[in-house]
């Protein structure tokens, strides 16, 4: 279908109901296209890539398992931004009329322009601190036991003899695999170790699908989530009263 042919009816925060003529809003088509099943929520949560998808989904799978409201009874959709396409995919939709916001990787600057747009027609954005993305976070903000079940996962997804390569280029070959093991069976992993792995399952994408994380956050996230650094959980639950505010 054309946007030229779509015809989309929201209603504002007065309680009216406002027609917006898709092929007016702009250049909307390639992400009708290839949402065309956000057209049907009421917020719209853009991501960085598929493995914040998967994140998302995991934990929404073990909320909902604990009697929480699901992200969809919300009317919340989730949309991959598919990286660098991130805030002109969340503009296009904001264009139309629907409630925004973008969850996004902090270890590169956002596009000024796009994202000076995007907040001023009144999206949100939520990002991890200190120039982190998401992998990086995990590691840094999970429980010992989690963190270890995360290097267990990226393991059993990955390969061992890729993951251990890995960690010796990250290092420099001064660490290894088995030594880490052993580090969190022992002690917990260090800080300086929690750097390390981070960095290593961003560099090499570790758990860079949406079924992957979708796995951690349901199986290892989820359940670790109280016991988890605010530095996660202060961010996801911005995304998620987001969603809920949504509702109201």
Same mark, same amino acid.
């Given at each position: 279908m ?5 015809d ?5 925060s ?5 027609v917006?003529?898709a092929g007016d809003?702009?250049d909307?088509q390639? %992400?009708i296209r ?5 057209l049907l929520?009421t ?7 598929g493995s914040?998808?998967?994140? @998302?989904r995991?934990?929404?799978q ?5 009697g929480e409201?699901?992200l969809a009874?919300?009317g919340?959709t989730?949309v991959?931004?598919n990286g660098d396409?991130t805030f002109?995919?969340?503009n296009a939709?904001?264009?139309l009329g629907?409630?925004?916001a973008? /969850?996004?990787?902090s270890d590169?600057l956002?596009p000024?322009?796009a994202?000076a %747009?995007?907040l001023? &027609?009144g999206g ?12 990086q976070e995990l590691?840094?903000a999970l429980?010992?036991?989690?963190a270890?079940? /995360? /290097? ?8 061992r003899? /890729? ?7 990250? =290092?420099?070959?001064?660490? %290894?695999l088995d030594?880490?093991?052993t580090?969190?069976l022992?002690d917990g992993? =260090?800080a300086?170790?929690r750097?390390?792995? &981070?960095?290593?399952?961003a560099?090499?994408g570790w758990?860079? %699908?949406?079924?992957? @994380?979708?796995?951690a956050g349901?199986?290892?996230? &989820?359940?670790?989530? &109280?016991? =988890?650094?605010? =530095?996660?959980?202060?961010? @996801?639950?911005?995304?998620l009263?987001?969603v809920e505010?949504g509702?109201?």
């Amino acid at each position: 279908m054309s946007a030229h042919q779509l015809d989309i009816v929201r209603r504002n925060s007065g309680g009216e109901h406002v027609v917006t003529r898709a092929g007016d809003a702009g250049d909307v088509q390639g %992400t009708i296209r290839a949402h065309a099943h956000a057209l049907l929520a009421t917020s719209i949560i853009v991501f960085e890539g598929g493995s914040e998808i998967g994140l @998302m989904r995991g934990l929404d799978q073990h909320f909902t398992s604990t009697g929480e409201i699901s992200l969809a009874a919300c009317g919340a959709t989730l949309v991959n931004g598919n990286g660098d396409e991130t805030f002109s995919r969340a503009n296009a939709l904001q264009s139309l009329g629907y409630r925004v916001a973008i /969850l996004r990787d902090s270890d590169k600057l956002a596009p000024a322009a796009a994202e000076a %747009t995007f907040l001023a &027609g009144g999206g949100n954005v939520f990002a991890w601190g200190g120039g982190r993305a998401l992998e990086q976070e995990l590691f840094a903000a999970l429980p010992d036991g989690p963190a270890a079940r /995360l /290097l267990d996962l990226a393991v059993e997804t990955k390969d061992r003899a /890729l993951v251990e390569a890995h960690i010796k280029t990250i =290092s420099n070959g001064a660490q %290894t695999l088995d030594a880490l093991e052993t580090e969190a069976l022992i002690d917990g992993f =260090s800080a300086v170790s929690r750097v390390l792995l &981070g960095n290593a399952a961003a560099s090499f994408g570790w758990l860079k %699908t949406i079924t992957a @994380m979708e796995i951690a956050g349901r199986t290892i996230v &989820g359940p670790a989530y &109280g016991e =988890s650094n605010t =530095s996660l959980t202060g961010v @996801m639950d911005g995304v998620l009263n987001w969603v809920e505010d949504g509702t109201r």
